[in-house]
T-cell receptor
Framework: DAKTTQPPSMDCAEGRAANLPCNHS???????VYWYRQIHSQGPQYIIH???NNETNEMASLIITEDRKSSTLILPHATLRDTAVYYC???????????????FGTGTRLQVTL | EAQVTQNPRYLITVTGKKLTVTCSQN?????MSWYRQDPGLGLRQIYY???????DKGDVPEGYKVSRKEKRNFPLILESPSPNQTSLYFC?????????????FGSGTRLTVV
């Protein structure tokens, strides 16, 4: 699986957009970009994933560069409850139903402040 | 409500005393997995199971056993716990039909071996 690089920590003011970057320069064609977050010591929570195109759901937006070597997770209006460790993970999926496991790095600790 | 239930949430035990951490899911997911989380090391996969009676080692299987006799349960067994197995443990599940939608994690079991 491709290795990802994330900044260890970031701060964001409540109500502002939080933009969390991730580098995955060795990503291959069938590898997806996933984002999870872990609030305190709870179980990680799936946020969003994508292959090539930008994706948006009720939690966040995912922007993937055209060369797919980096991506950005955007929380459009961060709240205190978004304070967590955010993990960017690349993982391959095939159309025959196989997938690599999720391999978690150390992530980015996002602190949302008043 | 779809959920992954781990028990116990907290456990303190002594070296060598066999213990079992249970994981149960109500989503009819085929795939189940155990992770451990340690400071500075992130989440590492211990064992996983693609379906009933099918299990395989993850990255750190030493000192652990698992079984998958029925689809909903995937217990983690420590036959002779040692202090280096003190950790935060998570069970995760996924439907093989919807691999691309990520994993659902349990709330975690904090184990201390003294």
């Amino acid at each position: 699986d491709a290795k990802t690089t994330q900044p260890p920590s970031m701060d964001c003011a409540e109500g502002r957009a939080a933009n969390l970057p991730c580098n995955h320069s060795t990503i291959s064609g069938n590898e997806y970009v996933y984002w999870y977050r872990q609030i305190h010591s709870q179980g990680p929570q799936y946020i969003i994933h994508g292959l090539k195109n930008n994706e948006t759901n009720e939690m966040a937006s995912l922007i993937i560069t055209e060369d797919r070597k980096s991506s950005t997770l955007i929380l459009p209006h961060a709240t205190l409850r978004d304070t967590a460790v955010y993990y960017c993970i690349v993982r391959y999926l095939t159309n025959t139903g196989t997938a690599s496991k999720l391999t978690f790095g150390t992530g980015t600790r996002l602190q949302v402040t008043l | 409500e779809a959920q992954v239930t781990q028990n116990p949430r907290y456990l303190i035990t002594v070296t060598g005393k066999k213990l079992t951490v249970t994981c149960s899911q109500n989503m009819n997911h085929e795939y189940m997995s155990w992770y451990r989380q340690d400071p500075g090391l992130g989440l590492r996969q211990i064992y996983y199971s693609m379906n009933v009676e099918v299990t395989d080692k993850g990255d750190v299987p030493e000192g652990y056993k698992v079984s998958r006799k029925e689809k909903r349960n995937f217990p983690l067994i420590l036959e002779s716990p040692s202090p280096n197995q003190t950790s935060l443990y998570f069970c995760a599940t996924c439907s093989l039909d919807r691999l691309n939608y990520g994993y659902t994690f349990g709330s975690g079991t904090r184990l201390t071996v003294v």
